[in-house]
């Protein structure tokens, strides 16, 4: 990763389609812009108004941010989803990132996908990303490995 800009004091990458935008250049359908958060539209919407929500600063994976990094993002995140809702008389929207290439991360630039949804519209909810059908039966010991992990 070798630096592209200096965005006040962030490092941008010069082999991220992602910076490459931010920075413009590479063209995108910019809605929102501040000096943490950059949004634009989804080359390939899932609906109309399907918007991506990036932080400025690279980073690849959802856990490499900090709190800070994560506040600006969400805040911003939620203020797309209340404007594509509005602007596209939406009844609801999917809200949410790939981590990961297992996950179908594609772009390795955090991004959060805002996606208006309308009732009858054929989409369904999140677990119709994955359902993997694990057991049921010992949620008390996967709670307490994950409360042990953190
Ligand atoms: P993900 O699979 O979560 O990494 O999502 C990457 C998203 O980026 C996909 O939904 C693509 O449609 C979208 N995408 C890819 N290239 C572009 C581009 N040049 N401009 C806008 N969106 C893009
Ligand atoms: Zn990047």
Redesign the pocket.
């Known amino acids: 990763m070798y630096p592209l800009k200096l965005y006040g004091d962030i490092v941008m990458t010069e082999d991220c389609?992602f910076c490459k935008?931010i920075s413009g250049k590479?063209p995108?359908n910019r809605v929102y812009e501040d000096d943490a958060v950059f949004a634009?539209?989804?080359?390939?919407p899932a609906s109309e108004g399907h918007t991506?929500v990036t932080p400025i600063k690279h980073f690849s994976n959802f856990t490499d941010m900090n709190s800070e990094d994560v506040a600006s993002l969400f805040e911003v995140a939620r203020k797309i989803t209340a404007a594509v809702e509005k602007a596209f008389s939406a009844e609801g929207s999917n809200i949410g990132i790939?981590n990961g290439e297992a996950a179908?991360?594609?772009?390795p630039h955090v991004?959060v996908?805002v996606i208006p949804r309308k009732k009858g519209d054929g989409g369904r909810g999140i677990k119709s990303i994955v359902w993997t059908e694990p057991d049921t039966n010992n949620l008390e010991e996967i709670a307490e490995k994950i409360r042990r992990a953190l």
């Not at 634009?40 to 390939?44: A, G, R, V």
């Not at 179908?104 to 772009?107: F, K, R, T």
């Open positions: 389609l935008i590479i995108s634009f539209l989804d080359i390939y991506l790939n179908g991360q594609e772009v991004h996908h």
